[in-house]
């Protein structure tokens, strides 16, 4: 969602909490979930749906991180400098690069990726904060924007109650992640995600978009059909674009680190 709008409704939710709960300013809380939010298609659920069963814990296995590119990857991030993104504000990315990784710098706004991506197979590594701060979509929020538009969640998923499908590894408001394969907060993460990008033609879409993904190396989104461009509280927003848009990251204001981004375009056959 958009920036204004998150300020908006943090804002409004803040002011509610505070009246309701008499809690002190600095101690905001974000809501587990829903119950007011609009029914997913051919779901039982409605978005963001607080009632919906949050995923099973599977402790993930050894991964390898920090992973050598394959030889037809392009480098994104190497740990050195941000010179293959931008800020969406305009300019060069503003987030902090230091010690091979980069990190969010709050209100410095999304980052994107100067080269334009369709299907692709993507690596990306993040840490969350630590100690972790905040509860709920609160804690270690970020995501993975593919065509930046479809949110592939990032968030402190551990031991951290959270909507099913705003938890990391979630298509965000559309699809929770199979299982729950966050690890805790300090340590370093991977996400591996094939993207296909939705096809349009004559202002329609005529063939699906689909996202998998695994979440340190456990399979939490298999082949999942996208509904729609990423929003907040509100169904899946149809948005006909290009195949080759830029990658995005998203500043939700929080310190969340990044390092070994690399992607693989894929060709069609
Ligand atoms: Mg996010």
Known sequence: MTSKIR????????????AAAGVHAEEEKYPTGYTDAPQLPNSPWRV???????PRVVTPGKVDQLATPPSDAIVLFDGKNLDAWRSEKGGPAGWKVENGYAEVVSGSGDILTKQKFGDCQLHVEFREPLPPTGNSQGRGNSGVFLAGLYEVQIL????NLSYADGQAGAVYGQSPPLVNAARPPGGWQTYDIVYTSPRFAN??????????????????????????ATVHHALPKAVEHDINMPLKLQD?????RFRNIWIRPLVEK
């Open 7 to 18: 300020v908006a409704l943090r804002s409004g939710l803040f002011a509610a909490l505070i």
């Open 48 to 54: 963001h749906d607080d009632n919906r069963p949050r």
């Open 156 to 159: 402190d998923s551990y031991d």
């Open 203 to 228: 202002g329609k879409q005529t063939v699906p978009g689909y996202v998998t993904v695994f979440h340190n190396g456990v399979l939490v989104q298999n082949h999942t059909q996208l509904l729609g």
């Open 252 to 256: 939700h204001g929080m310190p969340v």
